[in-house]
């Protein structure tokens, strides 16, 4: 944003990720012509009704670290049996045009882990487990992370979404 002499910052309001990805969208409408792209992301965990979600990134509080986050989530995990830590992160990608608004949604599902595995990634790639692959999000490669993950699949819709509006025209 500072790119395009934008210094104030989005206060991310919304009750859910689809209305931050809205929020930032809209405000960025009001000071930039053309179309705006916009996003929000959260994890869901099955077990503690869809929490962390539109609070991941301040779960543990306002200043959290990514390590305060996932001790946080583990411990209200602690003695939680494995097939009940369910979870799935989720992107939303808010695409507001002239009098249009989309959203495009990526998902990836998983479990919690009982404890942090890996060193790649961010946030709670340490504690979540994408079971197909057998592997943390953060023992992954930047790589292979960025073909299976919630934002490559949002992303992946918006590209289509991109191609199809350009074939409308």
């Known amino acids: 944003m500072a790119d395009l002499g934008i210094k104030e910052d989005i206060e991310e309001t919304g009750n859910t990720i689809e209305e931050n990805a809205l929020i930032k969208a809209r405000f960025l409408k009001e000071k930039v012509e053309g179309i705006v792209i916009a996003d929000d992301t959260g994890l869901f965990v099955e077990h503690l009704n869809g929490q962390p979600g539109v609070y991941s990134a301040r ?26 830590r369910k979870a799935y992160f989720k992107t939303v990608i ?24 890996g060193k790649n990634g961010f946030g709670y790639d340490p504690v979540f487990y994408v079971d197909n692959l057998g592997k943390s999000l953060a023992e992954l490669t930047m790589e292979e992370k960025n073909k299976i993950s ?4 949002a992303l992946m819709k918006l590209k289509n979404y991109i191609l199809k509006r350009l074939e409308e025209k």
């Open 59 to 84: 779960f543990a509080g306002e200043n959290a670290t990514y390590e305060d986050n996932n001790k946080k989530l583990l411990k209200l995990l602690e003695g939680v049996p494995y097939e009940k």
């Open 94 to 117: 808010a695409v507001v045009e002239r009098e249009k608004e989309t959203l495009l949604e990526g998902k990836l599902e998983g479990h919690i882990l009982d404890h942090p595995r």
């Open 150 to 153: 919630h934002r490559a699949d």
